[in-house]
């Protein structure tokens, strides 16, 4: 990938816990770990190897040992990444590393204890200090939403029916990049909104799962924010810029193990690490810079973080080791995981005005509700003084400067208004009582009609309040710099944390002082020495080869962990290819033994891949679009008939209509036609019975009974020929004289 003029890396920066007490009473052999806080190197021994093997170094942004505070980490690594989306960037924060190895502590913490609060409280102070102390002209809009990556499927934490909802779905829009389709968002105004919606994920999270900790290991968590914020342009015009965070607890990285499972369980063991080792690819393609193509596709997760990775956006990784001896494969791992996405190059921009900021649409609806209340308070007025003068109350929708006072004012003078009214409503109801000269009809009359106009003038009233209501929910949403949101910290307060804030920047400053003169140091070495003499010049040059030499072996070693790794990955994919392969032969023998090749057909015939949700799917039966179509259309050899039929049955049924042909309507729901019987009881209860016995056999007519008419003869003989044509005669016949 070509540096370009605004591209930057990925800041990495490496975290490790302090031992636990288990770790410590394993015995005292002590970390693996140890780290250079002024450098930002990690060095890692490895408890397996001979004293004289070199030690393995990393090199990072910043490096945090087991003392470090969540607050240093904060302020050093997180907060210019915070401030970036607070000025319209996209943000993203990873926390990456094997189980257990603080990547939950780090990320969210102990939320009781100030000291301990993680990224993610310590986020949302940031985010909405931020806003209490921005100017007055900025208004923001905050939304969070929580969503779950487990077994590949996207589960919405926020969603009240988390555990039966279905998984979501990813879409991608140019203009917001990768998104998640129909997730829940929550407009948050304050600190404490948020953290109940951060509470409420979690707790979806912790139900939906049997065991907590099996299950974070497995599941990825991703806290997303979006903050807008619109603010006028030197042009006057309002703009808009969004910004967004996500936080991501990514799950364990260690390996599962995979061995001897089946069935379900293989199929989750195969995608448990899916996700993490699509992510390893992708930042290896990224930090290659010499693939063209960066497989973001492969998995969930790295579609959702394909902007964070190699795009539009900030992005800071925090890798978490852990000190024992025990997992040394796994901290190597880690860390060189982390240092390969140190080599990422993301193109980070300020998203200005894109159309689906959802400020734009808020402000809008605030100024047409605006508007409507000005109306109304305008068309009562005008009620008030009888009649209009204009005064033009029906301002432009698009000023909304004064905001809630005006909002409070116009109520105000609704309410007045409508005391009033009812008032001389009441005069007036009073005046007609007590009216002797009206009648008594009169006077309940006009009584109705005044309980009437006090029916309107009330049901006005209820929709003014909605309407008023509605008005201050909207507005309620949006956070005015300085005015929704109290800042409660004091002046000393606040320089504290300048200076808090300072020192974070200077440290920052010097390790990377210090970083660029350790790679000067080596680069000039050579330049800068002089000899004096051939033995001064043999010993240092001495010095120098076994420093080399030594660099020699450390990278001979990195080839041959790297190779070993390798083999050990490869030998993985093939055992879970093995158990796959198994698998498919067994559904094959099924198939081939016990299902019909034509059902097979069938069911082949229908299958096509969706590529936007990865996976088969069934076409329905019938094409949606030629349904209707289908349905209407008539087979040429059936027009008049509900089914085609046959030529000898239509020969057949010419030569007189044999019930053998009949192919449907059994039934007769023709009427009989003929005039009614009138001639005795008897002949017409003996008529009935003969008919009832030659409905089939045609030469009954002679006899008195008419013979019944086949579904197939001309609907038109059906003429009314009779006079008792009834409505369910003409139910019958209607459909058949339509053909
Ligand atoms: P993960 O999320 O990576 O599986 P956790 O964040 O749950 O790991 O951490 C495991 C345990 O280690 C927790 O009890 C946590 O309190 C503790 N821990 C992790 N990191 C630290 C740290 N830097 N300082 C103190 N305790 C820590
Ligand atoms: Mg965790």
């Known amino acids: ?23 410590e009473s394993n015995g005292p052999a002590g970390g693996i770990v140890q780290m250079d806080l002024r450098l930002g190197q990690v ?3 490895n408890p397996r190897a001979s004293a004289s093997e070199p030690q393995k170094t990393f090199t990072f942004d910043a490096v945090y040992d087991a003392g470090s505070k969540q607050r240093d980490l904060y302020d050093e690594s997180v907060r210019p990444l915070i401030d970036s989306v607070l000025a319209g960037f996209n943000g993203t924060i990873f926390a990456y590393g094997q189980t257990g190895t603080g990547k939950t502590y780090t990320m969210q913490g102990a939320w009781l204890d100030p000291e301990k609060r993680g990224v993610i409280p310590n986020a949302f102070d940031h985010i909405f200090t931020h806003i209490s102390r921005s100017q007055s002209d900025k208004q923001y809009l905050v939304r969070a939403s929580y969503l779950e990556i487990y077994l590949e499927e996207i589960r919405d934490l926020l969603d009240p029916n988390h555990g039966s909802a279905r998984a979501l779905e990813l879409r991608e829009s140019p203009d917001s990049g990768v998104y998640v389709r129909d997730l829940t968002s929550c407009v948050c105004k304050s600190i404490k909104e948020i953290e109940e919606v951060m509470n409420v994920g979690n707790q979806a999270r912790a139900v939906g799962a049997t065991d907590m900790n099996e299950h974070s290991s497995r599941s990825h968590a991703l806290f997303l924010i979006t903050v807008e914020c619109s603010q006028p342009g030197p042009d006057g015009r309002k703009h808009i810029r969004v910004g967004r965070l996500n936080l991501v607890d990514l799950a364990g990285s260690e390996r599962q193990a995979k061995t001897g499972v089946q069935g379900e369980r293989l199929k989750e063991a195969a995608k448990i690490n899916l996700s993490l080792s699509a992510l390893g690819n992708v930042i290896s393609a990224l930090a290659d810079g010499r693939s063209g193509h960066v497989p973001y596709r492969d998995s969930k997760l790295t579609r959702l973080l394909q902007d964070s990775l190699g795009g539009n956006a900030k992005t800071v990784m925090v890798a978490t080791l852990g000190p024992s001896s025990l997992h040394y494969d796994e901290t190597l791992t880690t860390l060189r995981y982390a240092n390969r996405a140190k080599n990422i190059q993301n193109q980070p921009r300020v998203n200005e005005d894109p159309k689906d900021a959802l400020l734009r649409e808020f402000q809008r609806e605030i100024a047409r509700l605006r508007a409507q209340l000005n109306h109304r308070k305008w068309r009562s007025k005008q009620k008030k003084e009888g009649q209009s003068d204009g005064e033009g109350w029906e301002r432009d929708g698009e000023e909304d400067t004064e905001g809630e ?21 009441e005069r007036e109801k009073e005046a007609i009582r007590e009216d002797q000269f009206l009648l008594a009809e009169e006077k309940q009359r006009l009584l109705g009609e005044k309980e009437r106009m006090m029916g309107d003038l009330r049901k006005e009233q209820e929709a003014n309040e909605q309407l008023t209501a509605k008005y201050k929910a909207m507005e309620s949403k949006l956070l005015v710099g300085g005015k929704n949101i109290m800042d409660h910290t004091n002046e000393q307060q606040k320089m504290l944390e300048m200076k808090r804030q300072e020192i974070a920047e200077q440290t920052r400053r010097e390790r990377e002082i210090q970083q660029q003169m350790l790679v000067q140091d080596d680069e000039t070495l050579e330049l800068r020495e002089t000899f004096t003499s051939l033995q001064q010049e043999v010993e240092a040059k001495t010095k120098k080869l076994k420093k080399l030499y030594a660099k020699l072996q450390c990278i001979k070693a990195e080839i041959q962990d790297v190779n070993d790794e390798h083999v050990r990955s490869r030998q993985e994919l093939e055992q879970t290819q093995n158990e796959l392969t198994r698998e498919l032969k067994f559904k094959y023998l099924i198939i081939e033994n016990f299902i019909p090749p034509e059902e097979k057909n069938k069911i082949m015939n229908r299958l096509t891949f969706d590529p936007e949700e990865d996976q088969w ?18 087979p040429a050899s059936a027009v008049g008939y509900k089914r085609p039929i046959s030529q000898y049955a239509r020969v057949a049924i010419a030569m007189g209509a044999n019930s053998r042909y009949r192919a449907e309507n059994i039934m007769f729901l023709e009427l009989d036609m003929t005039p009614p019987n009138t001639a005795s009881l008897d002949r017409s209860t003996e008529a009935e019975s003969n008919q009832s016995h030659s409905v089939d056999s045609s030469p009954t007519k002679d006899r008195g009974v008419r013979k019944s008419r086949s579904w197939c003869q001309n609907p038109k ?8 044509v009834s409505l369910s005669a003409c139910h019958t016949a209607t459909p058949m004289a339509a053909q």
């Open 1 to 23: 990938m070509s540096k370009n003029k605004s591209s930057e890396s990925v800041k990495v920066v490496v975290r490790c816990r302090p031992l636990n007490r288990k770790e």
């Open 43 to 45: 060095i890692l021994r």
């Open 405 to 425: 006072d005006e909002g409070v004012e116009v109520e105000k003078e609704a309410e007045e208004y409508v005391k009033l009214e009812e008032q001389r409503l």
């Open 617 to 634: 799917k069934f076409q329905p039966l019938v094409p949606a679009e030629s349904k209707s179509s289908q349905m209407k259309k008539r």
């Open 717 to 724: 003989s059906l003429s009314a020929s009779s006079s008792n």
